[in-house]
């Protein structure tokens, strides 16, 4: 049932040391997208004062996740959600931070809605959304790596994309985030760090 993504093996660490400086000491932290469940369990293994919930609407992601977590054995990782970006409502309560990992670039425009939307709703004032993967900004030429990226994913489907990161921020300052922290980070991706206000 476990699956593994050869790109967590690359990122992990360099993303647990962005989430050690904005994650808050203690709480419960809302996963979106898990995917494999590696992410989730490497984060938690290395702050285990907070709660992962990860989560993801494809099946398999969801008994990759749980496999893992048995596999490791930590308690502070939740049986993982079925839940979409763009649903609306989350059956969950008490979040204090929310992380998506490479969804947003690879989903609809109406998923990263959605997302920024439920987590205006969900999070408390100063609460966390931690956004990651590789974004165009204005003024700054993207790689020709991220514009091969961005030309394979709309051709497999046109709803998908690289996102231009100010009109994520827009997005996200309609629903009562902060200007985000922007963090570069290897192979052309950024951490984008938004707190609720």
């Known amino acids: 049932m ?3 993504a050869p790109a967590v093996a690359r990122n ?12 808050p000491p203690k709480g419960l932290v809302l996963e979106f997208a898990s995917g494999t469940g590696e992410h989730a369990m490497h984060f938690a293994a290395a702050l285990p004062a907070l709660t992962f919930q990860p989560s993801d609407p494809n099946e398999s ?24 970006a ?3 409502e989350w059956p969950v309560d008490g979040v ?16 990263t809605v959605g997302l920024i939307e439920g ?8 609460g966390v959304l931690f956004l990651y993967g590789p974004y ?4 700054v030429p993207t790689a020709p790596s991220n514009e091969a990226f961005d030309a394979d994913l709309r051709s497999r489907n046109a709803d998908w ?11 996200a300052q309609r629903h009562g985030f902060g200007a985000p922290t922007v963090i570069e980070m290897p192979a052309n991706n950024l951490s984008v760090v938004f707190r609720k206000t």
């Open 136 to 139: 165009r900004r204005g003024g």
């Open 119 to 126: 987590a205006g709703d969900a999070l408390p004032s100063g």
């Open 161 to 171: 994309g690289l996102r231009q990161l100010e009109e994520v921020e827009v997005l």
């Open 61 to 84: 992601a969801r008994a990759s996740i749980d496999a893992w977590a048995q596999t490791r054995g930590l308690a502070n990782v939740r049986p993982a959600l079925a839940l979409d």
């Open 86 to 88: 763009s649903a609306g």
């Open 12 to 23: 992990r660490d360099p993303i647990l040391d962005v989430l050690r400086r904005y994650l």
């Open 2 to 4: 476990k699956r593994e």
């Open 96 to 111: 204090a931070a929310i992380l998506c990992i490479n969804m947003i670039h690879i989903s609809p425009w109406a998923a």
